[in-house]
């Protein structure tokens, strides 16, 4: 798992990853900025959770989700039309050529592809945040 500065600083920025946690893939065992989470506990006056990591109780909104390739996988496996269990390892493979990617973790991989396939946006290095295609596009033309 990629413990390292750039990977978390590409999860909190992938802002629609992180609203999607909490509703969709929140469970023990998952990895934060604080830690693991080791246990669930719902607040039921506002609907959000507090959680038990490495470094005592969170609220969820107080971390960082780092997702893991298996989470980040089942993301895109039912978005990416025509591309099923190793035919996705394909469209991975095809991403990261079209794209020159040479992140240095397949979490980093996998998150761009994430990003690109379902909010068309990409990982710029410089400013360090997700940057939509088309701002990408009009930066190559000057």
Known sequence: ??????YIKMCKQAV???EQW????LSIGDETDFG???SLEEYYDDNTWR??????FQDTKDLIWRPKQDQLQKMVINFDI??????????????AERHKYEESSFEQLWLAYVM???YQKYWNNCTECWEKYKARVERAKE
């Open 1 to 6: 798992m990629d413990c390292g500065t750039k």
């Open 16 to 18: 629609e990853i992180q």
């Open 22 to 25: 909490e509703d969709e893939y």
């Open 36 to 38: 693991i989470i080791t």
């Open 51 to 56: 959680v038990g990591t490495d470094e005592g």
């Open 82 to 95: 025509g591309y099923q269990n190793s035919g996705i390892l394909f469209g991975l493979m095809r991403f």
């Open 116 to 118: 690109c396939q379902k």
